[in-house]
């Protein structure tokens, strides 16, 4: 069941020019605040992990967010820390549990537009959560 949510005025920011930039190892997190939401472009290159790139950041054996979000490109795979997998790829949306690691599957950079996690992900901060 979805919670209505409203906005109050007309707004748009590009990425291009994000509020905030993240960019821990082989990682580009392009992040915009409009009005009381946050949403994240997350860049992995080829060869990115989160156990190995952002792990050292997050602080915790496997990341503790919840995600929501779209994939523009390439391809992710996600491990649950019960062992279930499974591959995101361009134009699926996904949900993503708290308590996984994740890698870039393939020679294509990962591309994501993520809408719940972009304020906490690679951020000193999120060490309990991330």
Same mark, same amino acid.
């Given at each position: ?6 906005? #109050?005025? +007309? ?5 291009? =020019? ?6 821990? !190892?082989?990682?580009?997190?392009? @992040? @915009? ?17 989160? #156990?190995?790139? @952002? ?19 390439? !391809? +992710?795979?996600?491990? +649950? ?6 591959? +995101?790829? =361009?134009?699926? #949306? ?20 993520? @809408? ?15």
């Amino acid at each position: 069941m979805s919670i209505p949510m409203s906005v #109050s005025r +007309l707004e748009s920011k590009s990425h291009a =020019t994000p509020d905030e930039t993240r960019a821990p !190892a082989k990682t580009r997190i392009e @992040v @915009v605040r409009l009005e009381g939401f946050t949403i994240g472009r997350f860049n992995f290159e080829p060869g990115w992990r989160w #156990s190995e790139c @952002v792990k050292p950041v997050a602080g915790t054996d496997s990341c503790q967010l919840s995600h929501v979000g779209y994939v523009v490109s390439g !391809a +992710l795979t996600i491990r +649950l820390d019960d062992g279930t997998e499974r591959t +995101l790829r =361009t134009g699926e #949306s996904y949900t993503i549990p708290p308590g996984h690691d994740a890698w870039v599957d393939g020679p294509e950079p990962f591309v994501g537009i993520e @809408v719940m996690s972009a304020d906490q992900f690679a951020t000193p901060q999120a060490s309990s959560r991330a």
